[in-house]
């Protein structure tokens, strides 16, 4: 008996039922063959060698596809957990996943891990891919596996089968003496993993949970050629130079105090500085663009978090209420309800609309505290949020408006590049299905309006409406999450929202939530390591130091200090009592842009000496005309001499 199978350029062919893709794959080159990793069959991804039993359409996924990485990756840590239990027999195994850049695999071992450890499991995994063992699927009754797993004493494994549902096929995969739960694909055999390294080690918390055991996590990479391997750990070895919680410290930009708790940021003089000037931009850009700025409160009664559904669907991510007048208040995780008190506190009119609410709104999210990484992850952050109110009619409109809109703010701060998603309905939401189909078609179309490529990213929108997403890429090639544009069936209807349309009738208006930088402290953490902390001129919270060679000149370098903040430039002067080379290795410490040095030859000439940061003595200048070049420097907010 034949099957039918499709391939992504149209043509079909028939195959014999029970074929697997990896005898396809034979059928079209060898070199299709030896780098195919896995296949998209139908809307499963799949191991190379899983028979193929109906109709489909499939897809082959490479080294250089994210679902072909992410399938490496996981093998790897298959890999890593067998050389561990070789080398540590009495280790319990937890989970291992493939993640973003890479692989772990959390142990239960009570003495922690070492460096030497490390060593000794990667040369164990070199053996492992050397003998080249075969990734073996096989699907288990739930007894058969629970039976498996309690004779090897895996209790972790044994807890996770019994939380699955009861429909869920179980399957294992085996590699020659080690055997792990797993839903799959995998690599082939461990002969494709060719060069590794494991990075760290650290606890983790069984399931996240701090009431959980503390597990050993090790994390890995792995790659197809030594070529590859050395240029990721290059851009780690960059990375941690860049980590904005060293850097930040350094530049004395923020911190955090046990006292006061974790997660929550201290913004300092320095970091202050330069929050301002974001948010400055931000407000006189979004008035620019016909957004209305208000201010709502931090907390609100329990009722309003009813309504909402987030006391349904967000709680576990909430604070617990505090009582006042004997009334629930929980403090915000969001400002949605809050933007939809204003809307509706008078009756909207068609013409009115779109209508679009901004806010620089604190929030607060309860983020467990092994999940905590200085700014990128935090328990109160504000988020650059805005919702906008329109007719249907004015969807795509005002979607092509904000994509426009968004990519002027990225660029601004000197993210140029980026990837573009569009998220579609997922297995649990709200709404009809025409509606998802229909907000769906208009994001899509907004998107090929503006020319701008973007991947379709099935499954992965919110539960009450489709999304598009940008990920900016940073100076290492890495992906950030920014800005989000939030299609919402939800919330209108909660709360009722209306506007009487042309026919004097009331109708429900559509809602888009709205993200441009995501949130003030993350965005900011992005930027230092975006930067490495040498920001662009018109960023820096000191943009000039002034240096007087002795003491002798500091009353004419005072002059200039005042000058230049007439000009409303951020100035500074360095009066200490110490030789030239110690300030300007100071001034160059602090990555401040522009040094202005004045000795006895600068006050006979009145001119002035200026160097900038990494590049060194740039002579002398008439101070007016130094005024006017970093003006316009700053107000065109000139980025490329600082990348």
């Avoid at 959980?212 to 994390?219: A, D, E, G, T, V």
């Avoid at 919702?387 to 968004?406: A, W």
Wanted: with cysteine; aromatic share 12%; glycine share 6%.
């Amino acid at each position: 008996m034949n099957i039918k199978i499709s391939f992504p350029d149209g043509s079909k062919k028939e195959f014999p039922k029970g074929i697997t893709p990896l005898e396809i794959a034979k059928g079209i080159s060898k070199g299709l063959a030896k780098e195919a990793l896995c296949a998209q069959f139908n809307d499963t991804v799949v191991d190379m060698t899983r028979p193929l039993e109906e109709n489909g359409s499939i897809l082959f996924y490479k080294f250089s596809d994210e679902k072909g990485k992410e399938v490496y990756w996981h093998g790897s840590s298959h890999i890593m957990a067998q050389a561990v239990k070789r080398l540590f027999p009495d280790v319990k195994v937890a989970i291992g996943p493939a993640i973003e850049q890479g692989f772990y695999y959390d142990f239960d071992k009570e003495i922690p891990f070492t460096e030497d450890d490390l060593r000794l499991i990667e040369e164990e995994m070199q053996r492992i891919v050397d003998e080249n063992f075969f990734f073996e699927r096989k699907v288990l009754s739930r007894k058969e596996a629970l039976e498996l797993f309690e004779s090897l004493g895996e209790i972790y494994k044994i807890e996770l089968i019994n939380e699955m549902p009861k429909d869920e096929t179980i399957s294992i995969y085996v590699l020659g003496d080690f055997v792990d739960l797993c839903r799959g694909p995998h690599i082939q055999s461990t002969d494709k993993v060719k060069h590794f390294k494991l990075l760290k080690f650290s606890g983790a918390y069984w399931r996240g949970n701090e009431k959980n055991k503390m597990l050993q996590r090790i994390y890995g990479i792995s790659f197809p050629t030594q070529k590859e391997l050395g240029a990721h750990l290059e851009k780690l070895e960059e990375a941690e130079k860049r980590d904005h919680r060293k850097i930040g410290k350094e530049l004395d930009l923020f911190g955090f105090y046990e006292e006061v708790g974790a997660g929550l940021v201290h913004w300092h003089p320095k970091g202050g500085v330069m929050r301002d000037v974001i948010e400055n931009f931000w407000k006189k850009e979004h008035y620019r663009d016909g957004y209305q700025i208000i201010y709502t409160p931090h907390i609100g009664k329990s009722i309003l978090w009813e309504k909402s559904g987030h006391l349904d669907f967000y709680q576990d991510s909430m604070y617990a209420p505090m009582q006042i007048d004997e009334i629930d208040y929980y403090i915000k995780p969001m400002n949605c309800p809050f933007h939809i008190m204003v809307y509706k506190s008078k009756l909207r009119s068609y013409r009115e609309l779109p209508v679009k609410y901004a806010e620089l709104g604190t929030v607060y999210r309860y983020e467990r505290s092994g999940a905590l990484h200085g700014l990128m992850r935090v328990r109160g952050f504000t988020q650059d949020d805005a919702h906008i109110m329109c007719t249907p009619d004015q969807l795509v409109g005002e979607v092509v408006k904000l994509l426009d809109f968004s990519l002027f703010f990225l660029k601004s701060f000197g993210f140029d590049r980026y990837d573009i998603f569009l998220s579609t309905q997922p297995d649990n939401y709200v709404g009809e299905d025409i509606d998802w189909e229909r907000a769906t078609e208009s994001l899509k179309e907004a998107l090929e309006i503006s020319g701008l490529e973007y991947k379709v990213d099935p499954g992965e929108g919110v539960f009450y409406g489709p999304k598009i997403d940008i990920k900016i890429k940073d100076a290492l090639d890495r992906s950030w999450q920014c800005t989000t544009i939030q299609f919402d069936f939800n919330l209108p209807e909660r709360f009722n929202m209306t506007y009487i349309g042309e026919d004097n009738e009331a109708h429900r208006p559509y809602m888009i939530h709205r993200a441009l930088l995501g949130s003030l402290e993350r965005f900011f953490g992005v930027l230092i390591e975006h930067y490495a902390g040498n920001f662009p001129v018109w960023l820096a919270p000191v943009q000039i130091q002034v240096i007087p060679i002795s003491e002798h000149q500091v009353d004419y370098a005072k002059g200039i200090l005042q000058a230049l903040r007439d000009a409303n430039i951020r100035a500074d002067i360095d009066v200490q009592n110490e030789k030239i080379g110690y300030k300007i290795r100071e001034a160059e410490k602090q990555k401040i842009p522009y040094m202005i040095v004045v000795g006895n030859k600068e006050i006979e000439n009145n001119n002035i000496s200026v160097r900038k940061h990494l590049k060194g003595n740039l002579g002398t200048t008439d101070l007016k005309d130094f005024i006017s070049s970093v003006t316009q420097e700053i107000k065109n907010k000139t980025i490329s001499d600082m990348d």
